[in-house]
């Protein structure tokens, strides 16, 4: 199966990419370009980029532009770029798709407008303007932590009737939801139902999801498309003991430091101690400091076995 | 395996029994008998009572006793009955637990206490506390959305620890975290973790999940086993399309009224219609009006198929 | 005005009494009698026990009955005694307002049950029920953050209209709320509408409440009754200087500690210190350790100066 | 007192001003040059463009720049105009910043960056680069609902000791927290503590705050800037009745409609009936359709005589 093909169900484990900078509005263009290798060498299905973990929403337009012109650049004719124009500005994210376009993504993804309180009516509404002026298929992004306004149910159901909405990103955790919308893409062969949260790869893969947009696999692809597989070939004892894998990488590395962003940071700062790229972030948050460091590098060395021979 | 033996693991599924009543402080003695033969007859594990679908909470001291001990006569040497204890004074769950030993329950179970907001120290040193003063083994039971303050993992790692904790019911609806319960549990091969939300029974079991407290097994409790069964044997297309039936079950049944007790009214309201038990509820619930009533009949008629050759 | 006579509008400061405890389940006699003293004699116009800051919902009913005893008999003539029946159970809080009537009270005060997600209409559906069993008037306790459900201001509004209930305790520190609620008791003039946060007392009052059930005033009540006194009267720069005083007390001795329950604890043991009553806690909460003991101790002597000459 | 020099507190009623609209991207010219007179010869001692009121995040960076060049050409030299500037991109805030400096704006606000969930130590380091980067003082905007992450009050006694942040507005509605800021910011006489809530403008203003953020002074200017005035000069009275008016006016106005966006929608509607400008909306709201557009035209004549003769 081609997963490049424009009309390909998108599928398998596509990293939501980390964004590699050097200061708060420049790239750190050596580092991206190994990382888009080091996941597509590790098999990943396709490039998210201006997702949570990359920073998306912290980033200025011009260089959102930058990084969606390289990395489309870069995977061209060998994964399919995703590319997050979730923003409160109706016109912003219509003009960020435009661009992805001509770039040569695949497909859009976006999360409810995230400041405003809008209700499940004028989130369809929205919707329904939106897919008017995009050039691009859609991929909901339901992250309910952050943006406050889910995608409802009844709203996904909406969507799914929707020929140019063409999948889900949910990271709200809750696989009751998950499996709901499961239930309801039956209706769509070509719908996407990824995963967000990596502990929950093997039961969505194994429930019928297609796929995960993981964020450890910035760092170790090779484990989650691993998991993937064998939760989509069936194979049980090996998902659940890939998923215990998966598990304790999150148990020691998104757990260092005392803010909610430790996921992030965790993941930036373990790939700039691969040597993959820099861990400068963008405001509101900052890379680790020595302490913190210090213990991702030990977290790395304690689950250094776990992530290899997958 | 005989899971009635005192020392063999409960695994399973295990209704989280209705309270019959007739009245807001007298139970309907009839009803319950059948409720108790329906539910065991139909493949039920074990019975836990005066839970939150057992409306527990809502219900005098007196009538607690009363349904203890007719429940632990009926199911006497068929299946291990579980007492819910969870109470905001710790003098009355002791003195609960007390009862159901006497009465020959199996074990009890208890969420945090749920009007004060503990903090996770506090919550390991009352139940340090409790396990002392308990004459029975303890089943945590994590409800979040209701007691506000969760069994947090490291809370449950160190009750691993505790030889008299022999399990826990999440109810929480985060994958994730049972996963990470999963991983810990491993060094205790007689520890329970079972799923409340029947949507995730298939996922939990296939993971390695111990059984589920399925709501849903009051009146239909051959899907839920079989489902459990599908899983447990690792059937990965019985288990979806079993999973997919349950799924639809739910969306049929508790999703009537506008409170977010839809859940169990749907419950007991279609017991009543199938002639198990009244469904008189004690406050600050009330029973189903006509309009609801009739709407219940209407998704009983609908999924009538969906339930029955499991 | 003799606020303790039957048809008087309760007004002023009500201290929620601290319940002084020597066990989880045994009174330390002197210590109440000590804070019954303290508090009247501080100039509280009433004592309502069984609140939140009474630890209510942790004792045993047992100990419950003999705390509403012993206030009751020693309180006789004096002031008015109100009692918190807030239950899970609508059997044991109409049997606890039984035994309260008996005992001389003259008001019960109730939250709404805090278990179940009961909504609106079921929830005025329970007090109309309530109140037909009562013996004494109720004061409705409004406490969303402990019992997730709040009573919304249109159930406040239904309740305005009903003769039995009789007044709010508004510990919800939504001051909108409370200002709709002022607007609302225009209609009812023998209507108590009391503020729980003290930080609110004096703006309260400057906008027409009729006083505060103030956690503080059980070790400093002659700061509170001043608080009080000023506002009532319109001296505005009084009640600025002696609220300003008021949020100090709060900022020096209910930041003690990392768990949600410092306000309690910390005025339990301030209690203790200023050898009014022991400082033993119900579970879930536990009395302080030596470290923030010795904290409360600085606090107090930081803020002596505030408390005096009121 | 000259409020628009730019030394003197900020201080009295700032409307947070709706932006007209004729479609997604095109200001209502003429409505917005109405409104401004409207506001300032009702009274406003300021405007505040670009706030949550104001759509603010939900408009083109095109639009806004043509916004802040229209208000600040329109007032200059008769009130200040205050620009918001949050964004969850730092680069963009800045930028902003420097755009409003050049067209005259006297102090830029900015509320916490709203997607990622920073926690208080990110956010102090957050507002020391932002300040460095900024041309105008700033306003902090605390608007927990919308943007997750409060200004802790640590954080908020860190901002008061930065001279180039000279105020806060609250809209919280956590009149505990607003009484902690007036306490601290005893230590900078220039500081504005400004409110939110129009429901608090009065009890704000007599606990010593120096004014308000009144959504409703869009429109009814003068209630707003009376009630300001008499909390200001102590008059009791009718504080208590202006408040009263005031309240009963967001109790028929901002209540229409099922979303949580009530109060903008009534706002906008109402200021369409009276002949102020068009009642667009930008995604993800839309405007009042008829029947709801008939509520806000029977509310405006039922409130018609409160808002006069003030």
Not at 224 to 242: H, S
Request: with cysteine; glycine share 10%; charged share 25%.
């Amino acid at each position: 199966m081609d997963s490049n093909a424009s009309n390909a169900r998108l599928e398998g484990v596509i990293p939501p990419l980390l964004t590699p900078l050097r200061d708060r509005d420049a790239l750190d263009l050596e580092g991206l370009e190994r990382l888009v290798e080091h996941t597509l060498g590790g098999g990943a299905k396709g490039l998210f980029i201006l997702g949570t973990t990359g920073e998306g929403p912290s980033l200025s337009y011009r260089l959102r532009r930058e990084l969606i012109r390289r990395v489309c650049a870069q995977a061209a004719g060998r994964a399919p770029v995703l590319v997050g124009i979730t923003d409160t500005a109706f016109v912003e994210s219509v003009e960020l798709a435009r661009f992805a376009a001509d770039q040569g993504a695949r497909a859009v993804v976006a999360a409810p407008p995230y400041y405003m309180p809008e209700g499940q009516p004028e989130l369809r509404e929205y919707l329904a303007h939106l897919i008017e002026q995009l050039p691009l298929p859609l991929i909901l992004y339901n992250m309910p932590p952050l943006t406050k306004v889910p995608y409802a149910i009844d709203t996904v159901r909406w969507a799914i009737e929707q020929p140019k909405i063409i999948g889900i990103k949910d990271s709200s955790g809750d696989m009751t939801y998950f499996e709901q919308i499961l239930l309801a893409a039956q209706a769509r062969p070509d719908w996407s139902v990824l995963i967000g949260p990596e502990e929950l790869l093997g039961a969505a893969t194994l429930m019928g999801g297609g796929g995960g947009v993981s964020g450890g696999a910035n760092i170790f692809p090779r484990l989650y498309a691993a998991l993937y597989r064998a939760a989509r070939t069936g194979d049980l004892e090996r998902t659940r003991e890939l998923q215990r894998r998966a598990c304790l990488v999150g148990e020691k590395l998104y757990t260092i430091g005392r803010h909610p962003s430790a996921l992030i940071k965790g993941l930036k700062c373990a790939a700039a101690l691969m040597g993959i790229c820099l861990d400068f972030m963008a405001e509101p948050f900052h890379r680790f400091r020595k302490p913190e460091r210090e213990r991702v590098r030990a977290a790395l060395e304690e689950i250094k076995d776990l992530v290899q021979d997958v």
